[in-house]
Each structure stands twice: as structure tokens, then as C-alpha cells.
């Protein structure tokens, strides 16, 4: 780093207090500046000293105790700060920083600075999943706050879930990429990102689905991220990490994908399509689940909603972007969907030789576009293939 970037990292209480003891650690190691605040509840886990003698700064946690009598604490860190951490984040103080209360250090510092904020929450996954805290991260989000989504796996009070706190080894990995001198091309863009498969429910126990892992869907809606983009990712069920500092819709069905975009799209100005979309389902979902018999079954199927197609008759300025699997003669292949579904751009997947099935973590394809536009893409790593891409499509429409 050409300078030492200032983090100010906030720690409210919970067992995962320990991570962010090793998270002082591995910021610092990277070259960061990291001062250090701790909720009342946090001083319960940790003692202040183990922070700060991580950071080799004085740690922070009340209000009226003024170190330098030249400043204001609170005021002063909070200008200090080219980035706020909090994390980890309870779902108490999620909920303070929502309704906008200032009852201690942390709370009034965090209203107090204009740099970023980056939330990590830790919390049982019950709590996370109450009504009251997804409301308090949807206004946050709403806000402008980033979150780094926790990831799943055995919590401290013996569940099994999501809501541990992001490693600290990802979250530095995140903050160096942020302050990494870059060009950001999607810098103040949109992009909605569908990735994964979709489930078709036959009965409440069986469903049509396809082989679709994600992997590429979240390649790209991590590389639209690191290229400036503020990213939408709309995800059929898959079993992969959650990518951090980008908003996640979950869905299961192609109408729910349907409903997610349709949304955010009015805001959008990227629309990447990646999902595997179910272009049928039971015309009717059979209730209780249907049972082995004598004899073959027929279930009848209809079509589900062509959600490009629909996308593309709503669209005014937004880019549209198909990524498919394509047949022999792809070139008119492209060229005909191009029009059809008044889409900018699709990338033809060659998806049938080893290494670039699904599952896969290489691929190998071609980006079409208006006007004969034609680019072929090295079998690349999904990440750099993403990465790739949506360079060359940023390039293309920067170019008069």
C-alpha cells in the first residue's frame, strides 16, 4: 500500500469478540492503521489490552473518557476513519445504528462519520433470522451500509447455522482489495446478477431442478463488485459461500427469481443473467406428495416465465446480458436471442468439453453483442473469466 489507510474497527459483544482480536492482528499485518472501540458488552469477552496491544493504539469504550483534551473523542475518531468496521456486529447494535440511537461510544461515533461502514454480523441464527433484525439490515442496507454476510457452520450456542462471523483473514483480504488502487468501471452502476438453479415443486417432498451450481453467477457478481458496482445477487439454491458487501436475495422457483429482479430493476443498469431457469414446471403441485404406484406416472408441465423476455420489454436504458449454454452453430444462435429478447449482450457457454461442465471451475466462452460484435475468451478460472468480461463489456461502452 502507498499509505497506511486508517481503519476504525467497532466491537459490540458476543463470543466472536475473540475473531476480531485476530482481525486487529491481520489488518495491521497488511499495512493498515487500525484503532479500536468496544462496547460495554465486548469488555465482557475481551480485555481492552489484548486490542490494544494488536494495533499499538489506545482502545476506546466510553464516551466522557477524553484522552486528548485538544479533541472529542467520538468526533475525532470518527473523522480519523477512512473505514468503519463493525464486527462483530450484534443484533443489538444492527438495530441501534437503524433507528439511528447514540447511547455509548460506538453508537455515536458510528452516526458521527461520513466514511464507510462495514457490517459483519455474529449472532444465533434464530436471531438472525427474526422479522425485526432482516428489517433493521434492509434499512440499513437501504442506507448505504455494506455487509459482510456471515458465513454457516457450528455457533457458540451449539446450533448449527448461518451467523458466524465472516474469517478474519476474508474480511482483511476485503479491506485491502477496497483501498487497492484500481479502475473501478462500474463505479455508481447497478448490476443484478441471477445465479444458481431454480426448483419446480411437483409436491411438498419432490421438485424439477437442473445441474447449475452457481459458480459462475457468483464469479461474476463478485467481479461486478471489485470493478465499483453496487451488486444485487439473486440466488437459487446452491452450496457455495456467500460472496460479502453486496445485497443477497434468496428465491427457489423461477416466478420468485421472476419477482426479485423485476424489483430492483427499475434501478438497475446492468441485468446479468446467469440463473439456469426452469423453462417448465407442474402445471399443477400435487398435495400430500405423490406416492409410488403400479404403472408409469405423467405429470403434466407448463411453461414458466421467461424472465429476460419480461425484463426486456420493461427495459429503457438498463444493458441486458444472457449467459448460456449454446448449440453448434452459435454465432446465429446469438444473433437471433440477441433480438428476440432485445438483449446488449450474451455469452455463449461451449459447456460440453472436460473442464467446462458444470460444477467445473473453468470456462471457456464468447461475448456477443450489437452490431456483429464478437470476442472469444482463453478457457480461463471463473473468477478471471468474470473479471474479464465485464472489463470488455465496461470498455465497449465507454467507447463512443
Not at 438472525?128 to 433484525?133: C, F, G, I, S
Not at 407442474?282 to 408409469?296: L, S
Given at each position: 500500500m502507498m499509505q497506511k489507510n486508517n481503519i476504525l474497527l467497532c466491537v459490540s459483544g458476543g463470543i466472536a469478540v475473540y475473531k476480531a482480536v485476530a482481525l486487529v492482528s491481520k489488518l495491521s499485518q497488511a499495512g493498515l492503521n487500525v484503532k479500536v472501540i468496544m462496547t460495554e458488552s465486548a469488555r465482557q469477552f475481551v480485555n481492552p489490552l489484548s486490542f490494544q496491544v494488536m494495533s499499538n493504539n489506545?482502545?476506546?469504550?466510553?464516551?466522557?473518557?477524553?484522552?486528548?483534551?485538544?479533541?472529542?473523542?467520538?468526533?475525532?475518531?470518527?473523522d480519523w476513519a477512512d473505514l468503519v468496521l463493525i464486527a462483530p456486529a450484534t443484533a443489538n447494535v444492527?438495530?441501534?445504528l437503524a433507528n439511528g440511537i447514540a447511547d455509548d461510544m460506538v453508537t455515536t461515533t458510528l452516526l458521527a462519520t461520513t466514511a464507510p461502514v462495514w457490517i459483519a454480523p455474529?449472532?444465533?441464527?434464530?436471531?438472525?433470522?427474526?422479522?425485526?433484525?432482516?428489517?433493521?439490515?434492509s434499512q440499513l442496507a437501504q442506507d448505504g451500509y455494506k455487509f459482510i454476510e456471515p458465513s454457516e457452520g457450528f455457533l457458540a450456542c451449539g446450533y448449527v447455522g448461518k451467523g458466524r462471523l465472516e474469517?478474519?483473514?476474508?474480511?482483511?483480504?476485503?479491506?485491502?482489495?477496497?483501498?487497492?488502487?484500481?479502475?473501478l468501471p462500474l463505479k455508481g452502476k447497478k448490476v443484478i446478477v441471477s445465479a444458481g438453479p431454480t426448483r419446480e415443486k411437483i409436491d411438498p417432498v419432490h421438485f424439477i431442478t437442473n445441474f447449475s451450481t452457481g459458480k459462475m453467477g457468483y464469479a461474476m457478481a463478485e467481479a461486478a463488485r471489485d470493478l465499483g458496482a453496487d451488486v444485487v445477487l439473486v440466488s437459487g439454491p446452491v452450496q457455495?459461500?456467500?460472496?460479502?458487501?453486496?445485497?443477497?436475495?434468496?428465491?427457489e422457483s423461477a416466478h420468485q427469481m421472476y419477482e426479485a429482479m423485476d424489483a430492483e430493476f427499475a434501478a438497475a443498469d446492468i441485468v446479468i443473467k446467469t440463473a439456469e431457469v426452469a423453462d417448465?414446471?407442474?402445471?399443477?403441485?400435487?398435495?400430500?406428495?405423490?406416492?409410488?404406484?403400479?404403472?408409469?406416472?405423467a405429470i403434466e408441465l407448463e411453461h414458466?416465465?421467461?424472465?429476460?423476455?419480461?425484463?426486456?420489454?420493461?427495459?429503457?436504458?438498463q444493458?441486458?446480458?444472457?449467459?448460456?449454454?449454446?448449440?453448434?452453430?452459435?454465432?446465429?444462435?446469438?444473433?437471433?436471442?440477441?433480438?428476440?429478447?432485445?438483449?446488449d449482450y450474451m455469452i455463449v457457454n461451449v459447456g460440453t468439453e472436460q473442464g467446462l461442465d458444470f460444477g467445473t471451475e473453468t470456462n471457456r466462452v464468447t461475448l456477443f453483442g450489437k452490431e456483429d460484435f464478437k470476442q472469444t475468451f482463453p478457457q480461463l478460472q471463473k473468477k478471471d473469466l468474470a473479471l474479464a468480461l465485464l472489463t470488455a463489456i465496461a470498455e465497449r461502452e465507454q467507447t463512443p
Open positions: 489506545d482502545v476506546f469504550y466510553d464516551t466522557f473518557d477524553e484522552k486528548d483534551s485538544r479533541v472529542i473523542a467520538h468526533i475525532d475518531l470518527a444492527i438495530g441501534k455474529a449472532m444465533n441464527v434464530h436471531m438472525y433470522d427474526h422479522p425485526a433484525v432482516k428489517r433493521n439490515i474469517e478474519p483473514e476474508k474480511i482483511t483480504e476485503l479491506v485491502v482489495k477496497h483501498f487497492a488502487p484500481k479502475s457455495l459461500a456467500r460472496p460479502a458487501c453486496m445485497k443477497i436475495i434468496d428465491i417448465y414446471r407442474p402445471k399443477q403441485i400435487h398435495t400430500p406428495n405423490v406416492k409410488k404406484q403400479d404403472g408409469d406416472l414458466s416465465i421467461d424472465i429476460l423476455a419480461a425484463l426486456g420489454d420493461k427495459k429503457a436504458t444493458r441486458l446480458i444472457d449467459f448460456t449454454v449454446g448449440p453448434n452453430d452459435i454465432e446465429a444462435y446469438a444473433q437471433q436471442k440477441l433480438f428476440k429478447q432485445k438483449l
